[in-house]
């Protein structure tokens, strides 16, 4: 599912994970990632694993062991024997697929589906849900019994047929028996089945699901613009078994043939085409679709209610016969259509062109035509993720597809990757299926590195993967540097356990590791490996295994060896590097990272294959690897600095020596390689800012030598850079702002402002004619960053503006639409204590100042940023409310945690006053509830807050976050560790610059 993560709606920032955001210095203000949203239903369950749960475990994912340190020289890319051996000595091994299952809660292997004719008769004013399904299958080993997931689902009926003749039935609840913890049910039958086909006849009951999960009702305005409902589906992970009993795991593929009765007004989506629709009484209607390819029970989808369309064509299906000998391949059409409420039809042509151009360049990348005869894109108010990529009927949240010429930039970025994240998804995941949910990385992974590779294709102005270096990849390495991470392979043993696996180490990680893979393989040949996945897979499962052979295939080099470690283990390296430019080379050693400090001989046994992306002042990579503890690298003759993992490609973190390092903050302050000049290039000097602030909260380096950084690099010019220091100054205040002096907190805010106020006043507000994308976001993060500072012309003029635009809702807005939500924000927290009022009044009523769907977001976001306590629980309680969707919550909390050090103690006590409402209004086995609890105490940094966050929980129930919840308590202590490993030396560094 892409983006499963989905709260940065409202501030214009990307996908973190919260845990990770506070601790690597990476994220903007209010930046932070639902990883996967909501279960709760009418018939509401208590999570089966509370009942049986004590106190809180954790993942604990280190390996162990000693490590040696031989030189070798780091001269190709050919795979020693000894790469893995000392890591292969762990007791800790992956198994995917289905070889796991002996250890896994899964359905036992005696009846297989091939096809299932659903009929589904939901009721929206009862909620209630009277349906059946006929299931062709094969037995393949001899049972008296029938077992299949069902969750929330009554069987009332089952007959068993064969050739024809039926010969079982049972009729009754006490012939079903229920496992509420494995979500399964057994039916016991009078007769033994033989190995051969059946077709089983389901009768059951259900229900309309209260949460985003399942078969669920979300709020809308219909076409006489009145408060009205629409049915919409969310079956990923594991929630198909939510509207009809099947066979719910990903590998299990069958084809499907599903009928809907449904309100006669309502316009009926599915995966395919409509076959037929009959009317009947009531004002109802039955609408039946075409048979579906085979495909897995997540990717069933259904959606229906008031809607309108607009349509284009893509050049997307089969190759016309006889096109190519003309020179060029000419494809059939596909329609494309893009779905809304009747209201909103206005606002998705961007959304409809880009869908367009995506799929035809997947297309041609894949060299495969789209599988399906037709792809619609619905606009969902509410929805668990920000897109979900169902077989031909993709669903998007609004904001990801409501995107009109008072759209902000970023927001217009983060729809072309979603869309494009979203749609390779149509092949790498749904074409092409993960075995076992240990794989999702292969789904996600790869629609990651696809989305940004496809939009950087679409618009390389906008330098996709610098913001990739400075946000995205930042998140994995903060989230895999703890010990409670998981391997990118990660073992899932039961259900409880999928939902939390949609997290920064599975899109990120994965999608980073398969860009080093790529970089190093050669995008020609990592392309070809993958057709032949494509194709060799096509309508049926897979495994890493798979995806490793056809790109060993394809490039000749031994992928499986190469990648064994980085998706098998968790943790990365930081490789160490001691240069001597007088004699020309450099030592280098790789040992793993943790944000707690240098890792321990019994954690640190893995030695990774580290593609080294050696780069100088001439703009020259070196393709050396490092393949041992330890080795000798040359200096390119003549380079007056070096620098390693070029492009911020590789998944490491480098750790250079003092004159290293100052040779690199001199390399910042000049012009870029050749033809320009022998400086870093923007990607690079991403790398080396990031790794220093990384390294500075691990212990490996002083704080004050990261300050020393600052200088050097607000000399260059490019978003990037800036985006990063500001991360790292926001990061730091966070950190330092419960338990340092207020002279030197100040101190910090005043080394932000002398940076970011000087950079507003000489962008100013006006965009200027030939100003280029970054510029414009340069501008409104200059603006932004600099009230926060606590720059007083900028707070000044923003309030004038905000009062201007607040005051005459129907003339343009004074300022440019970039600047809506750093304006709305600066309002609230700047402003006078009327504006807290002024600005939900805007959010209620969007419309009245026609602000866009993300500004809309930003004004709810924005309410979170009030100095007042009691305007902060007003806000709480707002959000917790009906006028507030439950996926939007965690949005409010996001910007209240990083609005202000004392919000997020404000915040803490409501939320330990209201966990019961919490839950019950996301569900107890809740994604979402999993997100908000880590992103509540998530800025915390000392370790009495730890230690009051991991009693407080200890007697609830943590299932839906029991990864992640230790891996928030494990940054608190992380971040407490460095404040009193540092706060002395930062203290120093500001005294002896006193003009800072």
Same mark, same amino acid.
């Given at each position: 599912?892409?983006?499963?993560?989905?709260?940065?709606?409202?501030?214009?920032?990307?996908?973190?994970?919260?845990?990770?955001?506070?601790?690597?210095?990476?994220?903007?203000? $209010?930046?932070? #990632?639902?990883?996967?949203?909501?279960?709760?239903?009418?018939?509401?369950?208590?999570?089966?694993?509370?009942?049986?749960?004590?106190?809180?475990?954790?993942?604990?994912?280190?390996?162990?062991?000693?490590?040696?340190?031989?030189?070798?020289?780091?001269?190709?890319?050919?795979?020693?024997?000894?790469?893995?051996?000392?890591?292969?000595?762990?007791?800790?091994?992956?198994?995917?697929?289905?070889?796991?299952?002996?250890? #896994?809660?899964?359905?036992?292997?005696?009846?297989?589906?091939?096809?299932?004719?659903?009929?589904?008769?939901?009721?929206?004013?009862?909620?209630?849900?009277?349906?059946?399904?006929?299931?062709? =299958?094969?037995?393949?080993?001899?049972?008296?019994?029938?077992?299949?997931?069902?969750?929330?689902? =009554?069987?009332?009926?089952?007959?068993?047929?064969?050739?024809?003749?039926?010969?079982?039935?049972?009729?009754?609840?006490?012939?079903?028996?229920?496992? $509420?913890?494995?979500?399964?049910?057994?039916?016991?039958?009078?007769?033994?089945?033989?190995?051969?086909?059946?077709?089983?006849?389901?009768?059951?009951?259900?229900?309309?699901?209260?949460?985003?999960?399942?078969?669920?009702?979300?709020?809308?305005?219909?076409?006489?613009?009145?408060?009205?409902?629409?049915?919409?589906?969310?079956?990923?992970?594991?929630?198909?078994?939510?509207?009809?009993?099947?066979?719910?795991?990903?590998?299990?593929?069958?084809?499907?043939?599903?009928?809907?009765?449904?309100?006669?007004?309502?316009?009926?989506?599915?995966?395919?085409?409509?076959?037929?629709?009959?009317?009947?009484?009531?004002?109802?209607?039955?609408?039946?679709?075409?048979?579906?390819?085979?495909?897995?029970?997540?990717?069933?989808?259904?959606?229906?209610?008031?809607?309108?369309?607009?349509?284009?064509?893509?050049?997307?299906?089969?190759?016309?016969?006889?096109?190519?000998?003309?020179?060029?391949?000419?494809?059939?059409?596909?329609?494309?259509?893009?779905?809304?409420?009747?209201?909103?039809?206005?606002?998705?042509?961007?959304?409809?062109?880009?869908?367009?151009?995506?799929?035809?360049?997947?297309?041609?990348?894949?060299?495969?035509?789209?599988?399906?005869?037709?792809?619609?894109?619905?606009?969902?108010?509410?929805?668990? /993720?920000?897109?979900?990529?169902?077989?031909?009927?993709?669903?998007?949240?609004?904001?990801?597809?409501?995107?009109?010429?008072?759209?902000?930039?970023?927001?217009?970025?983060?729809?072309?990757?979603?869309?494009?994240?979203?749609?390779?998804?149509?092949? *790498?995941?749904?074409?092409?299926?993960?075995?076992?949910?240990?794989?999702?990385?292969?789904?996600?992974?790869?629609?990651?590195?696809?989305?940004?590779? #496809?939009?950087?294709?679409?618009?390389?102005?906008?330098?996709?993967?610098?913001?990739?270096?400075?946000?995205?990849?930042?998140?994995?390495?903060?989230?895999?540097?703890?010990?409670?991470?998981?391997?990118?392979?990660?073992?899932?043993?039961?259900?409880?356990?999928?939902?939390?696996?949609?997290?920064?180490?599975?899109?990120?990680? $994965?999608?980073?590791?398969?860009?080093?893979?790529?970089?190093?393989?050669?995008?020609?040949?990592?392309?070809?490996?993958?057709?032949?996945?494509?194709?060799?897979?096509?309508?049926?499962?897979?495994?890493?295994?798979?995806?490793?052979?056809?790109?060993?295939?394809?490039?000749?080099?031994?992928?499986?060896?190469?990648?064994?470690?980085?998706?098998?283990?968790?943790?990365?390296?930081?490789?160490?590097?001691?240069?001597?430019?007088?004699?020309?080379?450099?030592?280098?050693?790789?040992?793993?990272?943790?944000?707690?400090?240098?890792?321990?001989?019994?954690?640190?046994?893995?030695?990774?294959?580290?593609?080294?992306?050696?780069?100088?002042?001439?703009?020259?990579?070196?393709?050396?690897?490092?393949?041992?503890?330890?080795?000798?690298?040359?200096?390119?003759?003549?380079?007056?600095?070096?620098?390693?993992?070029?492009?911020?490609?590789?998944?490491?973190?480098?750790?250079?020596?003092?004159?290293?390092?100052?040779?690199?903050?001199?390399?910042?302050?000049?012009?870029?390689?050749?033809?320009?000049?022998?400086?870093?290039?923007?990607?690079?000097?991403?790398?080396?800012?990031?790794?220093?602030?990384?390294?500075?909260?691990?212990?490996?380096?002083?704080?004050?030598?990261?300050?020393?950084?600052?200088?050097?690099?607000?000399?260059?010019?490019?978003?990037?850079?800036?985006?990063?220091?500001?991360?790292?100054?926001?990061?730091?205040?966070?950190?330092?702002?419960?338990?340092?002096?207020?002279?030197?907190?100040?101190?910090?805010?005043?080394?932000?402002?002398?940076?970011?106020?000087?950079?507003?006043?000489?962008?100013?507000?006006?965009?200027?004619?030939?100003?280029?994308?970054?510029?414009?976001?340069?501008?409104?993060?200059?603006?932004?960053?600099?009230?926060?500072?606590?720059?007083?012309?900028?707070?000044?003029?923003?309030?004038?503006?905000?009062?201007?635009?607040?005051?005459?809702?129907?003339?343009?807005?004074?300022?440019?639409?970039?600047?809506?939500? =750093?304006?709305?924000?600066?309002?609230?927290?700047?402003?006078?204590?009327?504006?807290?009022?002024?600005?939900?009044?805007?959010?209620?009523?969007?419309?009245?100042?026609?602000?866009?769907?993300?500004?809309?977001?930003?004004?709810?976001?924005?309410?979170?940023?009030?100095?007042?306590?009691?305007?902060?629980?007003?806000?709480?309680?707002?959000?917790?409310?009906?006028?507030?969707?439950?996926?939007?919550?965690?949005?409010?909390?996001?910007?209240?945690?990083?609005?202000?050090?004392?919000?997020?103690?404000?915040?803490?006590?409501?939320?330990?006053?209201?966990?019961?409402?919490?839950?019950?209004?996301?569900?107890?086995?809740?994604?979402?509830?999993?997100?908000? #609890?880590?992103?509540?105490? $998530?800025?915390?940094?000392?370790?009495?807050?730890?230690?009051?966050?991991?009693?407080?929980?200890?007697?609830?129930?943590?299932?839906?976050?029991?990864?992640?919840?230790?891996?928030?308590?494990?940054?608190?202590? /992380?971040?407490?560790?460095? *404040?009193?490993?540092?706060?002395?030396?930062?203290?120093?560094?500001?005294?002896?610059?006193?003009?800072?």
């Amino acid at each position: 599912m892409a983006l499963k993560p989905d709260t940065s709606a409202a501030h214009g920032s990307k996908v973190t994970p919260p845990v990770s955001a506070p601790a690597s210095g990476v994220t903007t203000p $209010g930046t932070q #990632v639902a990883t996967k949203e909501l279960t709760t239903t009418q018939l509401v369950v208590p999570h089966a694993a509370c009942a049986a749960q004590g106190t809180n475990t954790s993942y604990n994912g280190g390996d162990g062991g000693g490590a040696g340190a031989g030189a070798a020289a780091c001269d190709g890319s050919s795979v020693p024997e000894n790469l893995v051996d000392e890591e292969r000595s762990s007791s800790s091994v992956i198994v995917t697929g289905a070889e796991n299952s002996s250890d #896994v809660d899964r359905l036992p292997a005696t009846i297989r589906p091939t096809h299932y004719d659903i009929h589904l008769g939901p009721d929206l004013e009862t909620g209630k849900v009277a349906g059946s399904v006929a299931v062709d =299958a094969v037995v393949d080993v001899a049972t008296d019994r029938v077992v299949l997931h069902a969750k929330h689902v =009554a069987i009332a009926r089952v007959a068993v047929y064969r050739q024809g003749a039926q010969v079982a039935v049972v009729v009754g609840e006490g012939a079903v028996e229920y496992d $509420g913890e494995l979500e399964m049910a057994t039916v016991r039958l009078p007769v033994e089945l033989q190995p051969g086909p059946v077709q089983l006849i389901i009768g059951f009951e259900g229900v309309l699901s209260a949460s985003m999960y399942g078969l669920y009702r979300s709020r809308y305005r219909n076409r006489a613009g009145q408060a009205s409902e629409m049915l919409v589906t969310q079956f990923q992970a594991k929630c198909a078994r939510m509207a009809f009993p099947c066979w719910d795991e990903p590998a299990i593929k069958a084809e499907f043939s599903l009928a809907i009765t449904v309100p006669a007004s309502h316009t009926t989506l599915s995966n395919m085409p409509v076959e037929s629709a009959t009317e009947s009484n009531g004002g109802l209607k039955t609408v039946r679709f075409m048979r579906s390819p085979r495909m897995s029970t997540y990717l069933l989808a259904v959606v229906s209610g008031e809607l309108e369309y607009v349509e284009a064509q893509a050049r997307a299906g089969a190759v016309i016969s006889g096109s190519a000998e003309e020179g060029e391949q000419r494809r059939e059409l596909v329609p494309c259509r893009v779905y809304t409420a009747a209201a909103d039809v206005g606002k998705v042509a961007f959304s409809l062109a880009t869908a367009v151009r995506v799929l035809e360049r997947l297309v041609l990348m894949f060299d495969s035509a789209y599988p399906l005869p037709k792809l619609d894109l619905v606009a969902v108010p509410e929805l668990e /993720a920000g897109g979900m990529e169902n077989w031909g009927l993709v669903l998007f949240r609004t904001v990801r597809l409501f995107i009109t010429a008072q759209t902000s930039l970023w927001i217009r970025q983060k729809a072309v990757y979603v869309i494009a994240h979203e749609l390779s998804h149509q092949w *790498f995941g749904n074409l092409v299926t993960m075995a076992w949910w240990d794989d999702l990385w292969l789904n996600e992974g790869f629609a990651t590195w696809i989305g940004i590779h #496809v939009t950087d294709l679409l618009y390389p102005e906008w330098r996709r993967w610098d913001h990739f270096a400075v946000e995205d990849r930042q998140a994995a390495l903060s989230a895999d540097s703890l010990r409670s991470s998981h391997a990118v392979q990660v073992p899932i043993k039961g259900s409880a356990d999928i939902d939390q696996v949609f997290d920064s180490i599975t899109y990120y990680k $994965g999608c980073a590791l398969i860009r080093m893979l790529s970089a190093h393989v050669g995008t020609d040949a990592f392309m070809a490996g993958v057709r032949a996945y494509l194709r060799a897979h096509a309508y049926a499962s897979a495994t890493t295994r798979d995806l490793w052979a056809a790109l060993e295939k394809a490039s000749g080099q031994a992928v499986a060896a190469l990648m064994h470690s980085w998706t098998t283990r968790p943790g990365y390296p930081v490789v160490a590097v001691d240069a001597d430019f007088a004699r020309g080379t450099m030592r280098l050693a790789q040992s793993r990272f943790l944000h707690s400090g240098r890792a321990a001989a019994s954690e640190d046994r893995v030695v990774w294959w580290v593609p080294l992306g050696i780069v100088g002042p001439d703009g020259v990579g070196t393709a050396a690897v490092l393949h041992e503890r330890a080795a000798a690298v040359a200096i390119p003759p003549g380079a007056e600095w070096i620098k390693l993992n070029h492009a911020s490609a590789g998944l490491y973190r480098v750790c250079y020596s003092r004159d290293a390092l100052r040779r690199l903050a001199k390399a910042a302050t000049e012009e870029p390689p050749p033809p320009r000049g022998r400086g870093l290039r923007a990607a690079d000097a991403v790398g080396v800012l990031g790794d220093a602030v990384a390294l500075a909260l691990s212990g490996h380096v002083r704080t004050s030598a990261v300050l020393e950084l600052v200088a050097p690099f607000a000399a260059r010019a490019e978003f990037a850079v800036w985006q990063t220091l500001g991360l790292f100054l926001e990061t730091l205040h966070a950190t330092w702002a419960d338990r340092c002096s207020a002279e030197l907190l100040e101190r910090i805010r005043g080394l932000a402002r002398s940076l970011f106020a000087p950079l507003a006043a000489a962008l100013g507000w006006a965009h200027r004619t030939g100003d280029g994308p970054l510029v414009e976001r340069l501008r409104a993060t200059a603006i932004a960053r600099a009230a926060w500072a606590g720059d007083a012309r900028v707070i000044e003029d923003a309030n004038a503006l905000f009062a201007r635009f607040y005051a005459h809702p129907q003339e343009p807005k004074p300022f440019h639409h970039d600047f809506t939500a =750093a304006v709305l924000e600066i309002a609230v927290r700047c402003g006078p204590p009327a504006n807290h009022a002024r600005v939900r009044d805007m959010y209620e009523n969007s419309a009245r100042w026609r602000l866009s769907e993300d500004h809309r977001m930003a004004a709810l976001g924005a309410l979170a940023c009030a100095p007042s306590a009691d305007c902060l629980y007003e806000t709480l309680d707002y959000a917790l409310s009906d006028r507030v969707l439950p996926q939007d919550l965690a949005i409010v909390m996001g910007f209240m945690v990083s609005a202000d050090h004392r919000s997020k103690h404000v915040l803490w006590r409501w939320f330990k006053l209201n966990y019961a409402r919490v839950v019950a209004r996301l569900g107890d086995a809740s994604p979402l509830l999993g997100h908000v #609890v880590t992103t509540v105490v $998530g800025y915390f940094s000392s370790e009495d807050l730890a230690a009051d966050v991991d009693a407080w929980f200890r007697d609830k129930c943590t299932a839906a976050f029991d990864r992640t919840l230790p891996q928030a308590l494990e940054f608190i202590r /992380a971040r407490a560790a460095w *404040f009193d490993r540092d706060c002395d030396d930062v203290e120093q560094w500001f005294a002896g610059n006193p003009g800072v």
